[in-house]
């Protein structure tokens, strides 16, 4: 019998955070690409438009003139999903027709003045201010909300309507599904084993060294052995932090020196400003906050489409919607060594 | 208090069958859109291209020459993401790290020898031998893998690599993430109630009447009260049918028909060949063939990107990716009449 290859041989893995598998066929990179290309990313952006509402001075949809802001800037998003009055649909009459409340805000968070940068080209004060400005929103809606959900959508491939460094923050009266996927296998992790399900993961990471991208004294980027997107990570602290305002101000600074590193890495890559959405996911907030969520560890996510190029993206279509996710090329060949990502990547991804 | 009305108050509703919530949020329709708009779709493709692999008489990648087909042609996909011959990765040695043996075939079906038609340009009887090809493979494949997931990629937006009519069959040695969602759902409720979720699901559609696209003798097509994509439908016989081999030539017949219909009302609403993944879902095969299965009802899902014209897309990025799917129109706001689909969809659509 043939030796398993995991490069060489397709299997099924599992994401034990968000109870799914993932197929992985990593001899698929080599089928050609005839399908669709997108449009080339590089744009120029000017550093400020009077007429793009996210800039400094300009005037928003509902008419409110943005401050002159030198920093960040947080401000309620003039077509919000969710909104603070909804009623309630009332009791379902039947089980196949549920329908609940769904309460919320959503903000949009100008990441700096100018538009033409983005994270990794911002300095890394620029960026702990940032971290610091994530820090300060899931505290205030925490207070209200049960689930504060950061995430940055970047590229137009990615749906992102507007080229100016913003993220979005969308609070919610419910626990989302992710959100509830994530506690519900935290929690059986914690009560099974003693201890979060991601502290032991990033602790075996460290120690097989297999799907590493980036360390620094306070945290780890890795490619998830669960990985779904061609070049998906995971960055997490290695101290025991539940939500982002728990982070020290040495935590904070060097979270925005690896964000910087592994965001600079990515447009690298394909020496393009590199596509992607992310988000953030802690502990539950809200009135329950106080209750006890040990199991839960602080983590970001980045999932970015891009697979072969700056202009030849993955499609989760077809099988992916239909029956299950599945990936060209394994994690762990996108992660050999650390230093040397970038080169890595780029062989795997021209092979 | 405001009454709740479920086109302008946003909510959360439950999909019991896949066990997904998602956020229903009318109102968002409003916001403008500046993000990317896809390429135009009206490419002339020409009737025969010698150098396309899926055509009449044409070379593949592996050296093989294509017979003249005149009907319906399958063949193995020469990038297949599943092989029949994959070793095990063996036992996995520990709980966060687990791999699973993933074998299978890929085979690609082309419904007709001319590459400049779709399906809805296609003759009822032309659309009759593709249903009938699909039953010939699913139990040719069901004879020995659990799962044959039959799925069409239709249009570049939806990674499409090839214009030329045709449609995918995977099978697999393990039940795929979505087919286990939909059998424990679809097991449970027929625990729960003593008859199949979709019957009941179906029976209750034609009595509200509010999701309807389009009824025939045999089949329903609606809009499901958990839509996630915009043009989203469901497409479900009325008799209780556990696989696609199992329908009556008269089913068949009605199903190239409705298939027909819907296609060409997809096709009317931007005036584009419209794009979408589409899949079919029937009782798992293989060995355990013969067990009881009559939780489960035959079914397609459609699952089109279009959001408000031919070039501008729903993009599942951020919040989705991150938290949960989400869509800016309600269900109902689609399906008002099933006769006046399209001039719904439109007006909807450019509100
Ligand atoms: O097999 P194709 O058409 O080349 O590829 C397409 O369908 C596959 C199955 O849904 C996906 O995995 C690919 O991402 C997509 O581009
Ligand atoms: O809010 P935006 O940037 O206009 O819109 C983008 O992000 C949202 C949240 O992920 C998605 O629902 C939209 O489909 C996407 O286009």
């Known amino acids: ?26 001899h698929r990179m080599k089928r050609p690409w005839q399908g669709q290309v997108e449009p080339s990313l590089l744009k120029t952006v000017p550093r400020h438009d009077p007429h793009n509402p996210l800039c400094p001075g300009a005037t928003r949809a509902n008419g409110e003139v943005n401050p002159h802001y030198d920093g960040t800037f947080l401000f309620d998003n003039d077509f919000p999903a969710l909104q603070p009055d909804a009623p309630n649909p009332g009791p379902s ?42 820090a300060s929103v899931i505290e205030e809606l925490g207070a209200q909300y049960p689930w504060v959900q950061i995430f940055e959508n970047k590229g137009a491939m990615m749906g992102c309507s507007n080229p100016h460094p913003h993220c979005q923050v969308w609070a919610s009266s419910f626990l989302p599904d992710v959100a509830q996927r994530e506690e519900r296998s935290q929690q059986a992790y914690q009560s099974q084993h003693g201890e979060p399900l991601l502290m032991e993961y990033g602790r075996q990471e460290l120690l097989r060294k297999e799907r590493l991208v980036l360390t620094s004294e306070h945290w780890l980027v890795l490619v998830p052995f669960w990985a779904v997107w061609p070049f998906q990570t995971l ?34 890559l394909f020496e393009t400003s590199f596509p992607y959405s992310m988000g953030w996911h802690g502990a539950p907030t ?47 060949q996108m992660s050999s060594s650390y230093s040397g990502l970038s080169r890595v990547l780029v062989a795997v991804a021209t092979a």
Chains 1, 2 share one sequence.
């Open 1 to 26: 019998a043939t030796a398993f290859r995991a490069s060489e041989h397709q299997h099924i893995r599992y994401n034990p955070l968000q109870d799914e598998w993932v197929l992985v066929s990593a």
């Open 235 to 268: 960055l997490l602290p290695r101290r025991h932090v539940r939500r982002l305002p728990e982070l020290t101000s040495a935590e904070r600074d060097d979270l925005a020196s690896i964000m910087k590193k592994l965001l600079t890495k990515y447009d690298n």
């Open 93 to 134: 009459d039947h089980p196949l027709f549920q329908a609940e409340a769904a309460r919320g805000v959503c903000k949009v968070m100008c990441f700096h003045p100018w538009s033409d940068v983005t994270l990794p080209l911002m300095s890394v004060p620029e960026i702990r201010a940032v971290v610091d400005a994530w």
């Open 286 to 332: 809200g009135s329950e906050a106080g209750a006890n969520w040990d199991h839960w560890q602080l983590h970001a996510h980045y999932y970015p489409p891009l697979l072969r190029s700056a202009t030849v993206r993955k499609f989760m279509v077809g099988y992916e919607m239909l029956a299950q996710a599945q990936r060209d090329l394994t994690p762990e």
